[in-house]
């Protein structure tokens, strides 16, 4: 039975670039922490856009081009980037159905016991993946630790740990 550490986003431009926040400095250092405290497989996905990003549904809604392959806010951030055992699935929208494709097949050669999301931000790609993964692995225990997420807002965060308990997401470390 094998565990599996999904770090969601954790780049440059959403850490203290273009869609930056305090809250989002404050986790890189405890989610290196958790990735130095895994025993269990760690996957990265990365949030990634090109030049026509304005174009695309998610520029005409959230009008901020971030991510856009090959930019300094694009990579992983540095804290984090030696941690990194394979390269990180690109991500064109906030839920990866590649992620969710990909561990399910290794379900079928080793099962998953459990998969942790940690990362950024909560309440859009946190909240996407877990869904997500909820639906390719049913039976499987998916948690996200909220001492090593952040949301667009801190109410945003706290709203999104909300939906997912509601779902069945087990929720770890979250403040009272």
């Not at 989002?24 to 130095?36: P, S």
């Not at 025993?39 to 996905?45: A, E, I, M, R």
């Not at 561990?103 to 993946?129: F, M, Y």
């Not at 997500?132 to 109410?155: H, N, Y």
């Amino acid at each position: 039975m094998q565990d599996i550490l999904v770090v969601v986003d954790m780049q440059n431009d959403f850490i203290d670039g273009a869609l930056g926040t305090r809250e989002a400095q404050a986790i890189v250092e405890r989610v290196a922490e958790k990735i130095k405290g895994f025993s269990g497989k760690v996957l990265f996905t990365q949030d990634t856009h090109t030049e026509n990003y304005m174009e695309t549904q998610e520029g005409k809604y959230l009008p901020v081009p971030h991510c856009i392959r090959g930019t300094k806010g694009w990579e992983i951030c540095d804290a984090l980037r030696p941690l990194q055992r394979q390269q990180p699935l690109e991500k064109p929208t906030f839920g990866s159905a590649a992620l969710g494709a990909f561990l399910q097949e290794a379900d079928k050669k080793d099962p998953i016991g459990s998969v942790t999301l940690v990362g950024l931000c909560t309440d859009i790609c946190v909240i996407s993946n877990a869904m997500l993964l909820k639906a390719f692995l049913p039976e499987t225990r998916i948690l996200v630790d909220a001492a090593c997420c952040a949301g667009v807002t801190p109410k945003s965060h706290k709203r999104a740990l909300e939906a997912m308990k509601a779902c069945q997401i087990q929720i770890q470390n979250e403040e009272e």
